[in-house]
C-alpha cells in the first residue's frame, strides 16, 4: 500500500523561507513524477512545481521563489520555498505518479497517490 506524508508546514513572516519535505513508501516512483500542488481557501487546488527525471515545471507565482528537489534513493521530494508571500497561504499536497509522461506532468488527475496536506500560514 501506498503512503505519501508531508511534513515542514508552519507559519512565517513574508519574506521568510520554508522546506517541506516529501516521504513515499509502498513503491519506488524513481521512474515516475513526485510534485507538489496547493489549495488556498475558497480556491481550486492548483500545481506549484513537479519533477519526473529532468523535467521540472514550476507555476509562474512560485519561479525564482521556490526549488524542487528529489532524492530517489530514500523516495522523497522537497520543497524550498522562498521569499514567502501571503498569498502563498495554503494547504500543500504532495503527490506522485508512475505513469505521468512529461506532457501529463501538469495535470492535477494524472497523479495516483497524495498526501494528507501541510498548512503554510504567511503573515504580512
Known amino acids: 500500500q501506498v503512503h505519501i506524508e508531508e511534513s515542514g508546514g508552519g507559519s512565517v513572516q513574508a519574506g521568510d523561507s520554508l522546506r517541506l519535505s516529501c516521504a513515499a513508501s509502498?513503491?519506488?516512483?524513481?521512474?515516475?513524477?513526485m510534485g507538489w500542488f496547493r489549495q488556498a481557501p475558497g480556491k481550486d487546488r492548483e500545481l506549484v512545481a513537479t519533477?519526473?527525471?529532468?523535467?521540472?515545471v514550476y507555476a509562474d507565482s512560485v519561479k525564482g521563489r521556490f526549488t524542487i528537489s528529489r532524492d530517489n534513493s530514500k523516495n522523497m521530494v522537497y520543497l524550498q520555498m522562498n521569499s514567502l508571500r501571503p498569498e502563498d497561504t495554503a494547504t500543500y499536497y504532495c503527490a506522485a505518479g508512475a505513469r505521468l509522461i512529461t506532457s501529463t506532468l501538469r495535470i492535477e488527475t494524472a497523479y495516483d497517490y497524495w498526501g494528507q496536506g501541510t498548512q503554510v500560514t504567511v503573515s504580512s
Open positions: 509502498g513503491r519506488s516512483f524513481r521512474t515516475g513524477a
Open positions: 519533477m519526473r527525471g529532468g523535467s521540472i
